[in-house]
């Protein structure tokens, strides 16, 4: 079982950069892949960005590609999403979230955190 905090959210110009922390607990976070989603108002979840759990591997959404970037530290059970160059359209709430397999498809995901709200103003 894995518990997950996420933090960081806040209200950003655009242009602007946020970054996202999200502290695990329990046991075996370093053999997680893990990932970043979010869902605005009235949409479905999108699965912005995930990271294999040795790090070697990692996913981004065409959306944010070359603007966000997803790392972890396992010595610290954390999992981190840098994000530069904030558009309005990001806003939304970001959860982080953990798989026994690296994936980047929503429903593959085993443990969610609660999320934190990320507001880009125009």
């Known amino acids: 079982q894995v518990q997950l905090v996420e933090s960081g959210g806040g209200l950003v110009q655009a242009g602007g950069s946020l970054r996202l922390s999200c502290a695990a607990s329990?046991?075996?976070?370093?053999?997680?892949?893990m990932g970043w989603i979010r869902q605005a108002p009235g949409k479905e979840r999108e699965f912005v960005a995930a990271?294999?759990?040795?790090?070697?591997?990692?996913y981004y959404a065409d959306s944010v590609k070359g603007r966000f970037t997803i790392s972890r530290d396992n010595a610290k059970n954390t999992v981190y999403l840098q994000m530069n160059s904030l558009k309005p359209e990001d806003t939304a709430v970001y959860y982080c979230?953990?798989?026994?397999?690296?994936?980047?498809?929503?429903?593959?995901?085993?443990?969610w955190g609660k999320g934190t709200l990320v507001t880009v103003s125009s």
């Open positions: 990271i294999s759990w040795s790090g070697g591997n990692t």
């Open positions: 979230a953990a798989s026994s397999r690296y994936s980047v498809y929503v429903g593959d995901m085993d443990y």
């Open positions: 329990g046991r075996g976070f370093s053999s997680y892949a």
